[in-house]
């Protein structure tokens, strides 16, 4: 058994997991569902594509754990797939602070409609994306663990599905927030913290 690929396919599993547990909790509470399922036409296109590419990361580190994929002899090449393991873990302890920190302003899509507080302090004191920046890492670290083509590809296409997404609700945000969000984001990084 390939302990790093485990752990990533545990990361990417759980991560997406929690992601349906909490649309769900949220929808319980506020009595609105949070965007699981887009309002509008690209964010629907968007998530049919995006679906299968979490699937296949999800189901490519399970394959690579558990199918005759034995870590390699090299002590370094280990070290790196260990290095992307904890990468992947990382990222989905620090996505669980970031959610707990939007608490019921948490959305996964845009909602045109709908207009929610501009949150702004934990981890979004730094960065304005930074549930989708640990997104990044968690895909690259399954790489890393999952040296596969296939997984490239996986996760290439993950990458850029999260940059339109931020791109998307950026617009969307300064549609509804206006000045106060140009201020923000002229003082924050995209994913990761803008260093003064």
Known sequence: MNLPAV????????????????????TQQT????????REAL???????????VLAMMLLSWRY??????????FSRQLIA?????LSLSALALTFYCWKEMGTYWRMG??????TPLVTTGPFRYSAHPIYGLSMLLAIGSVIAVPTAAML???C???????????REEKDLLRKHGEAYLVYQSNVGRFIPRWQ
């Open 157 to 167: 296409l993950q990458l850029i599905l999260l940059y339109q997404e931020a791109r």
């Open 31 to 38: 009595g609105h569902q949070p965007n699981i399922i887009p």
């Open 7 to 26: 752990l990533v396919a545990i990361a990417n599993t759980v991560y997406w997991l929690a992601v349906t547990v909490k649309a769900v909790r949220l």
């Open 65 to 74: 754990a558990l199918i005759s994929h034995p870590l390699p002899a090299a």
């Open 82 to 86: 260990y290095g992307g393991a904890l």
């Open 110 to 115: 845009i909602n045109p409609k709908e207009k």
């Open 43 to 53: 964010g629907f296109i968007l998530r049919i594509i995006w679906l299968p590419v």
């Open 153 to 155: 590809t996986a996760v």
